[in-house]
């Protein structure tokens, strides 16, 4: 990081305080911090934007602290600014008067500054710099991404020459500091059962960590071992083995907050971390559905059970991460307009006038009423409440119950979740799918190398193309291809077949979130030899029907092939692959681990 660049916030001469700038960020040679001077804060908040590993261009927003607000923001990025001489409406967060500039960015940055220092002295515009800065930045098309303050305390005031706040932050208790950075770095957002039930005691648990100088992705590991432990133990059958593995799985998601947190408050997070610490908890969860169904010892029905609750978490999965990375896409479209516009940039109109305005009914229904909040988390059936029903029922020695009861609730929650996304995206304008969208959906196709390259690409959108709802194709593949190896193993006779079936799916459903994972995080997709060796979704399901076929005339070749095919695809799906990732990003400038969301 350059030397912070101290900047006036009222200087005598807008275009010659936006012409230093200029100076200042074309001598710059790695990110450039630029600061109000009239800024109070405490330096382990400004240590929150220097340190953020992302590296572009970011601000330091807090959405308390001042009397108006002059910051739009979607997804944690800047989408539209204010300053005496541009007018904003919606807006819902303060800047601070920090910005962080990305060495990407630079050349940009010193190119708007010198267009609005001529802009200043043509209009005669007043005010901050920085401010102005920003609302350049955004409206020349350069990503402003967020790090929030609160709940830091902040002010600025050139009327306090003695910085009273100032000095009572320099002076504030090692304890206090430690009790503002735990509080940030609790997750925010979350589950109702998360919120009321394992976040509380992930908090007892954090400091611990923190002690005895846990990495984020040690924790994720001690989090894998306990939830694999659980189903090992719902594997036994016993009683006993049910109510200590229910215990066991819900230690297993204290100790996944835990890991979050601990990213968090040390600012060590990457993609490495967030891939890391997704994908182990499906892999957990996919394993404790395996471990009830072996251990109930309830024949075929148990390992359909499980293999159905597969199918159906991956889809809705594929759903969720799929949809908001495309929302996000979408709702924090920046519209990029002249620099000397002074009415409020805001992005076009064209969605469904009927989903707009149930949407907003939702949103005010919402606000109203908290209860309306907690209902509509508690039905999207996050993961906390997942495993609260798996270890109830389990514990109460019903697991073939679990399995069933997850199963009708997860269908339902899916009815209800696609219903809303359904309806935001009729919102959208139809404008042009991005080069981002398609490559979001491709990752996700796993086509294989049965189908030809210009069909997958058609598959992953048209460019150009107006489609609002692409998000929903690699769910369907996923459907597609999951229900159908069902449906041609259901003749197979015996219970084995269902073993079997159940093992496969796993394998190619971690494999499948793999791919998704990869792409949100942006590391490299999976080797061209693997995407061959694992056949694709076509090949996996003719493989898949010449074993069904053949199990007609003998259960035993079609059960052993289907083992065969499993642990083929297990060693390169989670072997091979995950050790290519952790040694490419090893290799690789990522310094920091964790996973800032869990």
């Not at 908090?203 to 659980?230: F, K």
């Not at 892999?283 to 309830?298: I, N, R, T, V």
């Not at 199918?311 to 620099?339: G, N």
């Not at 971690?510 to 995407?531: E, G, I, T």
């Amino acid at each position: 990081m350059t030397a912070p660049v101290a900047v006036d916030p009222a200087p005598p001469d807008l275009a010659a305080g936006l012409a230093a700038i200029a100076r200042s960020v074309r001598t710059a040679d790695g990110p450039l911090l630029l600061v109000s001077i009239d800024l109070q804060l405490h330096a382990q908040a400004l240590a929150d934007l220097t340190q953020d590993p992302r590296p572009g261009t970011a601000v330091l927003v807090s959405r308390a602290g001042a009397a108006e607000h002059d910051l739009r923001v979607r997804a944690s990025r800047v989408v539209a600014a204010a300053t005496p001489a541009h007018r904003l409406t919606r807006a819902d967060a303060s800047f601070t008067g920090a910005l962080r500039i990305g060495p990407g960015d630079l050349p940009a940055a010193a190119a708007v500054a010198d267009e609005l220092a001529g802009l200043a002295r043509q209009h005669g515009w007043v005010g901050d710099p920085l401010g102005y800065l920003v609302v350049g930045l955004v409206r020349t098309g350069v990503r402003v991404a967020t790090v929030s303050l609160d709940p830091w305390p902040w002010r600025r005031d050139q009327g306090d020459p003695s910085r009273h706040l100032q000095a009572e932050l320099d002076e504030m208790p090692a304890p206090a500091v430690h009790a503002v950075r735990f509080a940030r770095a609790t997750k925010s957002e979350d589950g109702f059962v998360a919120t009321f039930l394992s976040r509380p005691l992930s908090r007892l648990l954090t400091p611990w960590a923190l002690r005895l100088g846990l990495s984020p992705n040690q924790v994720t590991a001690a989090s894998v071992v306990v939830g694999l432990g659980a189903a090992a133990l719902f594997a036994v059958g016993e009683p006993w083995a049910l109510v200590a593995g229910a215990v066991l799985l819900q230690l297993s998601l204290v100790i996944d907050c835990v890991d979050g947190d601990v990213a968090r408050y040390t600012r060590r997070f990457s993609p490495l971390g967030a891939w890391l610490d997704a994908s182990t908890d499906r892999l957990k969860e996919f394993a404790c559905y395996a471990g009830l169904a072996w251990g109930a010892d309830a024949g075929r029905t148990g390992w359909v059970l499980a293999a159905a609750m597969i199918t159906l978490q991956t889809v809705r999965h594929s759903i969720d991460y799929t949809f908001t990375a495309v929302k996000e896409l979408r709702e924090a479209e920046v519209v990029q307009v002249p620099l000397d516009q002074t009415d409020d940039p805001v992005r076009r109109a064209g969605g469904d006038e009927r989903a707009t305005r149930a949407l907003e009914l939702s949103r005010r229904s919402s606000a109203a009423r908290p209860a309306v909040t907690w209902l509509k988390k508690v039905l999207h059936l996050g993961i906390g409440e997942r495993w609260l029903v798996l270890s109830v029922l389990a514990a109460a020695q019903q697991p073939v119950a679990a399995l069933a009861v997850l199963l009708v609730l997860g269908g339902g929650s899916l009815l209800y979740t696609s219903a809303g996304r359904t309806l935001r995206a009729r919102s959208w304008p139809a404008q042009p799918v991005t080069a981002r969208e398609r490559e979001i959906v491709l990752a996700q196709l796993d086509a294989g190398p049965l189908v030809p390259d210009r069909l997958t690409a058609r598959l992953a959108g048209r460019p150009g193309g107006r489609e609002r709802f692409l998000w929903v194709r690699p769910a369907l593949l996923r459907a597609v291809e999951y229900l159908a190896v069902l449906g041609l193993t259901a003749g197979l006779p015996g219970a084995g077949p269902g073993a079997a079936v159940c093992v496969l799916l796993l394998v190619v459903a971690s494999h499948h979130y793999d791919d998704l994972y990869r792409v949100l995080n942006r590391l490299r997709p999976p080797s061209a030899a693997s995407q061959v060796l694992g056949l694709g979704f076509p090949g996996r399901l003719l493989v898949v029907a010449v074993l069904a076929l053949a199990g007609s005339q003998d259960a035993t070749v079609a059960e052993g092939g289907l083992w065969v095919l499993a642990a083929w695809l297990g060693m390169l799906f989670l072997v091979v692959e995950p050790a290519r990732v952790l040694r490419e990003v090893r290799t690789s400038d990522h310094p920091n681990e964790g996973a800032v969301g869990a």
